[in-house]
T-cell receptor, first 116, second 118 residues
């Protein structure tokens, strides 16, 4: 069974500092990995994804994520945090499951708080 | 705007009642997913449909059911409602289930329906 772990319920970072939101996964076969962001009272918005190729993926709003196959991790990063980045971040994995269809599993979410 | 629409935005009802939530996917998307988000359980995947057929089931209760119609819109039916069913219900859509990667793999989420059961 596939799974996603976001070990931190909340991450606090000062504005202007680099931020990291952690994600590890477990799947059989090659994973498709995603990050989504959710602002209060809104639906989730797609940030970036890793399918294949370069391990460093760049996405929206200056975010990037690094795929590490040996550590089965896909941490979200940003060089300089903004107060407006404060939101709930979800990591997700998509992989082929029994029956030949793609199954998506979301992590529990990490609340990012950027302090002015 | 993701292109996914959900109605209604808010729904207040009483225990024991039945409600229907509606979702229209992005134009051209064949897959529709339903999720439940609550404070204590986070984002829970309920069910997925692809081009009218059920494709995957998650933590969906027997009191809940869904379907996807020929025009690809989907409805989530919740019956015998309990206080604990109060939550945000999201619909998401994505493209085909083809083996090749590309733009179709990410999901586009609607704004959600907030259900309050009193």
């Amino acid at each position: 069974a596939q799974s996603v772990a976001q070990p931190e319920d909340q991450v606090n970072v000062a504005e202007g500092n680099p931020l990291t939101v952690k994600c590890t996964y477990s799947v059989s076969g090659n994973p498709y990995l995603f990050w989504y962001v959710q602002y209060p009272n809104r639906g989730l918005q797609f940030l970036l994804k890793y399918i294949t190729g370069d391990n460093l993926v760049k996405g929206s709003y200056g975010f990037e994520a690094e795929f590490n196959k040996s550590q089965t991790s896909f941490h979200l990063k940003k060089p300089s945090a903004l107060v407006s980045d404060s939101a709930l971040y979800f990591c997700a994995v998509r992989a082929w499951s029994l029956g030949g269809y793609q199954k998506v599993t979301f992590g529990t979410g990490t609340k990012l708080q950027v302090i002015p | 705007d993701s292109g996914v629409t959900q109605t209604p935005k808010h729904l207040i009802t009483a225990t024991g009642q039945r409600v229907t939530l509606r979702c229209s996917p992005r134009s051209g998307d064949l897959s529709v997913y339903w999720y439940q988000q609550s404070l204590d359980q986070g984002l829970q995947f309920l069910i997925q449909y692809y081009n009218g057929e059920e494709r995957a089931k998650g933590n969906i209760l027997e009191r809940f059911s869904a379907q996807q119609f020929p025009d690809l819109h989907s409805e989530l039916n919740l019956s015998s409602l309990e206080l604990g069913d109060s939550a945000l219900y999201f619909c998401a859509s994505s493209g085909g289930q083809g083996a090749t990667s590309g733009r179709d793999n990410e999901q586009f989420f609607g704004p959600g329906t907030r259900l309050t059961v009193l």
